[in-house]
């Protein structure tokens, strides 16, 4: 690994260089120039030096996305202490939980949050302090209510001539020292604490800045939960270290507010889930396009070249018209969608990644993009297929490499069942490899289900076939008395307009249309309606788990 620069560094260069731009925005709130970022981490770290915060010691942060979080985050880091990012989708109990078992000494937490916590649950925490403005919910040390009432005494005292640049001076990490705790979403149980060294993040940072041409003071949009590997190292930590201006969408991002947002801050690049595009593409695109008059055109080749071109242009509008490209990950992106925007020349591309590698394994930039693929391994990491024939036989996706983690915090069976001898990360996911090193994923190994014969099943493929029926915004394949189900969450826009006969008639269509498509042993003997959206973990992946 080069350290030249090391993780800390880049943060203190990106605020020494940019000390008069705009940082960090509350989307329609405040915004913070990098050097009031600056002056914010000064003042953390006087309240952790008040009040006996060690380098190595854990500091807990949970809310919605912030630019308070964020200078947490890298006050927590530029300190030396190890940031414990918690999901605010989380309950009180999980949270509890999460605080106790990582052993923080300080929880920073969300408006929303606070009143959801009991801090009587979380006994050994020395103080829970409010986001939004830094003031104390909770104090068990004299110390830290002493700093925090003469926070700015003791901010003047040690800056009497003013606070500049040059007084900005951050610890020195080392790569295997100990980042963060990162607890995953956990889609089967209680979550593992994934330790993430500096080298992890910094490995990530670096191959984000040698290949994603974004500039100094370009705007980012964080949309993604910052909590999340995915949000947190590509929008967030990316966007800082390049010296970009960061706007937080402070609200849960509705598809209204995420399209106003686009609107207006126009994004230099744009980090998504595929949730995100599908929805932008099956509401506000499909409906225009498949009129007879447009299906019509567009099978004539000199008026569809025309066609497409303008229908790239809208989409590219419904995500500001500045983007260099739209990065999906955290889950498969519909074929369908991505069928349709690779047909119509949009820069879209579809990334791999897992919180045990702080999250990138894989990426392709749109113009290396091969369709139903997940890019070649990031710089920093290799990737190789557990196959005979990784070309043609599906086997576990295995990666190594600087990315990688520690280990699960207090977990050694659990870190031994994921990490070989060799350093290879087991993913548990299924995939094969192109000769010219492009990944393709297949599914997880523990959702592949078994046919009669001994075949293999992969239930994420029939679901992204289904997904794209009429009536369909969702569905999962499962199990029942060994035969294929499929649970399907209708279209609550459309539901709407069909009588309970109708929609049984639509579906009864869909199982016949889908079972054509499918051989023999993986088609599926009925369709199930849920009456309610599948429960799902913050990187908006179905909790298979709850319905087997």
């Known amino acids: 690994m080069n350290t030249a620069l090391s993780f800390n560094g880049y943060i203190q260069r990106a605020i020494v260089e940019n000390w008069e731009h705009d940082a960090l925005t509350d989307y329609q709130g405040v915004t913070l120039q990098f050097h009031d970022v600056a002056r914010k981490i000064e003042k953390i770290h006087i309240l952790f030096e008040n009040s006996n915060v060690q380098q190595g010691d854990k500091i807990a942060i949970c809310g919605r996305n912030s630019a308070h979080w964020a200078v947490t985050f890298l006050a927590t880091l530029t300190y030396g202490a190890v940031a414990v990012p918690i999901l605010h989708e989380f309950n009180a109990e999980q949270i509890h939980n999460i605080v106790n078992h990582s052993e923080s000494k300080l929880l920073f937490v969300g408006d929303y949050i606070v009143k959801t916590i009991n801090p009587e649950a979380m006994p050994n925490l020395e103080g829970i302090i409010n986001l939004p403005d830094f003031s104390l919910h909770t104090s068990r040390s004299e110390k830290l209510t002493y700093a925090r009432e003469h926070l700015n005494l003791m901010f003047g005292s040690k800056f009497p001539m003013a606070f500049r640049a040059n007084n900005v001076s951050y610890h020195v990490d080392k790569p295997e020292e100990l980042a963060l705790i990162n607890y995953t979403s956990g889609t089967t149980g209680f979550s593992k604490g994934v330790m993430l060294p500096y080298r992890a993040i910094w490995g990530n940072l670096d191959f984000c800045i ?56 126009r994004p230099a690049i744009v980090i998504a889930v595929p949730l995100v595009v599908e929805k932008i593409i099956r509401k506000r695109v499909f409906p225009k396009i498949q009129s007879n008059r447009i299906k019509l055109l567009l099978q004539m080749p000199v008026i569809s070249k025309k066609i497409k071109e303008k229908i790239c242009e809208q989409v590219y509008a419904a995500f500001g018209g500045q983007a260099y490209e739209v990065i999906v990950g955290g889950a498969a992106l519909s ?18 990644g897992a919180t045990e590698c702080a999250p990138l394994i894989s990426y392709s930039d749109y113009k290396d993009f091969v369709p139903a693929s997940c890019g070649t391994p990031v710089d920093h990491m290799e990737v190789k297929i557990d196959s005979a024939d990784p070309q043609n036989i599906p086997g576990e996706i295995l990666a190594r490499g600087t990315n990688v983690m520690i280990g699960y915090y207090k977990n050694q069976e659990a870190t031994d069942q994921a990490l070989d001898k060799d350093g290879w990360y087991h993913t548990g996911d299924l995939g094969t490899m192109s000769a010219d090193g492009h990944v393709f994923i297949l599914g997880r190994i523990k959702n592949m289900l078994l046919g009669p014969s001994g075949q293999n099943i992969y239930p994420e493929e029939i679901e992204d076939q289904l997904n794209s029926m009429p009536m369909v915004s969702e569905s999962l394949i499962v199990e029942r008395n060994n035969k294929l189900v499929a649970l399907v969450y209708p279209d609550k826009d459309e539901v709407v307009k069909f009588t309970v006969e109708e929609l049984t008639a639509v579906m009864e269509q869909n199982l016949n249309d889908l079972n054509q498509r499918l051989p023999h042993y993986s088609r599926i003997s009925e369709i199930k309606l849920q009456e309610e959206e599948f429960a799902k973990t913050p990187k908006k992946s179905i909790k298979r788990y709850l319905y087997k």
Request: proline residues 8%; glycine residues 6%; aromatic residues 14%.
């Open 210 to 265: 040698n290949n994603l041409p974004v500039k100094p003071h370009d705007n980012m949009l964080s949309i993604l939960p910052m909590a999340h590997m995915y949000g947190m190292s590509i929008e967030f930590i990316f966007g800082f270290c390049r010296g970009c201006h960061l706007y937080f969408l402070t609200r849960l991002p509705s598809p209204a507010i995420i399209a106003e947002a686009f609107a207006t801050v």
């Open 335 to 352: 074929r369908e969608v991505e069928q349709f925007l690779v047909s119509i020349g949009f820069p879209i591309t579809v990334g791999y």
